[in-house]
């Protein structure tokens, strides 16, 4: 994708304007910027067995830019090339981040109950979901649990109720995946017996996903 | 099949296989099977209560396996028959995102009233869900399905739509066997309802 030609009617102090009520940092982000983080964040998304941190800020930004490109591109001749490259990467775009939802939707109907019980554990700038995310998985979670009851579990003998523990579906952390050092990162433990590895910027590795989901978390390597 | 073979939990596993098996988008709610189930739950379970009462009472060790027996036969019933309506759900969800938030009438037969209570629901919570994107903006998350190879798409009709109203205005009259050159993001809707064919 060629993200450095996405934005050329804008320029940063504009966007600026936009958004100057979010935080300094987050005001200097260029365009570009966000567009990387959103498409790594799908990426990871797209890869790691479970959910992970929900980048909303990230997404509203990338939003306004699309509407802020979207209401640029209005002046423009229908039939200038430029018009016809710029139309194509929003369309990019706007799938990117419909993928990188879909994925965490997919995955919240999966592990329903797993999340919200982790969720529950967490503080409040450690969740995982986004507030609106968070509503959808308790609705889910009830609409489903709604349905067991009236068509099966409310005619079965007392004792087969109670067991909703039971029911539980679980993300296998400890499945493989591929992974891209960001950065070098010294002794990663690998393996039961406190083997240790290091990683090298820029090498790629098949791991268990458990082992580097803090590595994923803090940026130091991405999911491929 | 014979009844001398017959084990506990065969219909329940019955249910299962039948679902998997069938290529329709969703075959009807086995009601009878789904009754047949809990039937056998409940006899296997009061059976086991009775003996439960006789094994406390006389202390007799030789009920104990069959106990456990029962007891396994019915985890296996109830597992299965959640099996069934779990993945008949996600049958259901499929056709939240393939058709929208109504159900096509020829589909809607298949369902029992929870089913389509149950996609009332999710159709809602979901449709509530994507509007409250990106501080009220909202995104359509059942379109884009597909990464996107071109701006434009060739596409045949397969039915006499009417007219249909493009984004910028202009208005083409969808006759059945016509091509068109559009836009793939306003017509995907109409090739996904199987109005519309993309073709090359």
Redesign the interface.
Known sequence: MSEGDIIPPLSDTEQNEDFDDEVDEEELITAQKVLEIVETAWKNELCAPEILQHQTDM??LM??QV?HMEENMKDLDKNDFRF?VH??EL??I??V???Y??CR?QKI?TYTRHILNEEETREVAEKRLSP??F??AQ??AE??E???Q???LQ???N??RAEAEQ?IVRPNLMSHVFIKANVDVPSVVVGVDDEEVDLTAGSQHIIPYQLVSDLIYKNQAQLI | MAKSNKMFADKAFELVKELERSSQTIPPFDDDGVRQVLEEIKAIFEENCAQAANYSTSGDRTLWPLLNFRHAALQRNKRCLLTYLYKRLLRIKALRWEFGPIIPADIKTSLCEPEVNFFNTYSKSLASYMRSIGDGQGIDLTGDLRPPKSLYIEVRCLEDYGKFELEDGEVIYLKKNSQHYLPRAQVETLVRQGILQHIA
Do not use: C, D, H, T
Request: net charge negative; no cysteine.
């Open positions: 997404l509203e939003l306004g509407a016809i139309q194509m369309e990019r706007r799938y981040m419909a993928s939802l879909r939707l109907e609106e995310e509503k959808y609705e889910f609409n489903v709604q349905y067991f009236q068509v099966a005619y079965m003998p004792m087969q029911r």
